[in-house]
């Protein structure tokens, strides 16, 4: 079978590896869609991938697909079953974290991602997942498109976000970033029964994209001069935002949330995963107004399950997100080595 396999720096490529054995425990999902995520094309530009991660790797950590294959012993899927295929779930060792139903942090279970860690993941027709007891796999009802059961990854970044979050009815919010992680930020908000949600962003030609996920005002935070001001006078406060989602995931994005945005005692949630010192921040120059900073990291199979069903019932939509659908020949042209331009998601269709 064709497979997305990432050798390094700028260098993915298409080749021939083959359809992987299903042994005990193990299980074969012929995947309808796969995510290309941010992380994927982060990893393409820079080279740098997880210490612990496999080399070469098949990337694709955001799979969803239809059992074509179970070992022995799984019994709690069979052949033709829907599903998606997210991180590893509770561990085996039951760590701490996993104890505690935090199995987002446990403690073993990062670099068991299969297309970020030691297994190879999605981009391909076929994808095996290595110990079905142990990893986030949940059944997509009938009802629910593929193409929005995929989005899994991303928007449980965000509801995980929301839901660790200080957060209550009625708070006016600010999300920096306009990016998938940002934009299913602000509809989970929304939804949420949020007053006034304010997006930051930097391109404005997202304006009416992000006003359709139900952002009240946008602010081109490059070209603000007074960021702080403008959020004030929209709250018609005297001071900023109750909570404040980072969702860029870079610093200058952090340090605005923290200096322009935030209300004295306010939260800044950070669920971008920032990838460079914090020097941009001077904690004497923000101390002194006790803002709270909680951090967030990917999502449980409870957030996955609440967005299945939120989805299902039409609680939660996220219009126009999917931009592309691209075969696997075509991502690096379209997707890696472009500058991604107008897109925000884009899937492959490993069967194109
Ligand atoms: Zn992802
Ligand atoms: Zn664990």
């Known amino acids: 079978m064709k497979a997305g396999v990432f050798y ?73 079953d829907r599903v998606l295929c997210g991180p590893p ?74 839901r660790m979050s200080n957060f209550k009815f009625g708070d006016d919010v600010v999300v920096s970033g306009t ?21 930051l962003g930097t391109t404005s030609a997202k304006e009416p994209i992000i006003k359709e996920y139900g952002a009240d005002y946008f602010i081109n935070s490059k070209e603000c001069e007074d960021l702080a001001g403008e959020i004030k006078k929209i709250l018609g406060k005297e001071v900023g935002a109750d909570v404040v989602f980072e969702c860029a995931g870079n610093m200058k994005s952090l340090s605005n949330c923290v200096y322009e945005c935030v209300k004295p005692g306010g939260q800044i949630c950070v669920v971008g995963t920032i990838q460079e010192p914090m020097s941009a921040l001077i904690p004497g120059r923000f101390s002194v107004t006790e803002p709270n900073f909680q951090f967030s990291f990917t999502y449980t199979e409870e957030d996955v399950k609440i967005y299945l069903d939120m989805v299902d019932s039409g609680k939660l939509v996220f219009p126009n997100m999917v931009t592309g659908v691209v075969s696997l020949d075509e991502c690096v042209e379209k997707v890696f080595a472009s500058d991604r331009k107008g897109q925000i998601k884009v899937l492959i269709d490993p069967s194109l």
């Open 179 to 199: 990016g998938p992680i940002g934009l299913s930020a602000i509809q989970i908000l929304k939804a949420a029964g949020a007053n006034k949600v304010i997006a």
């Open 8 to 80: 390094g720096k700028e260098d993915l490529r298409i080749e021939d590896v083959p359809v992987p054995e299903v042994g005990p425990g193990q299980m074969l999902v012929k995947i309808s869609y796969v995510g290309i995520c941010g992380t994927d094309v982060e990893f393409y530009k820079t080279g740098m991938t997880p210490p612990f991660a496999k080399n070469p790797l098949v990337l694709g950590h955001e799979n969803c697909g239809v059992v074509e294959k179970v070992g022995e012993g799984v019994t709690k899927f069979k052949v033709g």
């Open 89 to 162: 779930s509770h561990c085996a060792e039951d760590c701490p974290a996993c104890k505690v139903g935090r199995t987002n942090i446990c403690i073993n279970g990062f670099p068991r991602t299969a297309g970020l860690g030691q297994y190879d993941g999605g981009y391909a027709p076929y994808l095996l997942i290595h110990d079905v007891e142990h990893t986030m796999i949940v059944p997509v009802p009938d009802e629910v498109d593929f193409k929005d059961a995929v989005l899994f990854d991303v928007i449980c970044v965000s509801l995980h976000g929301v």
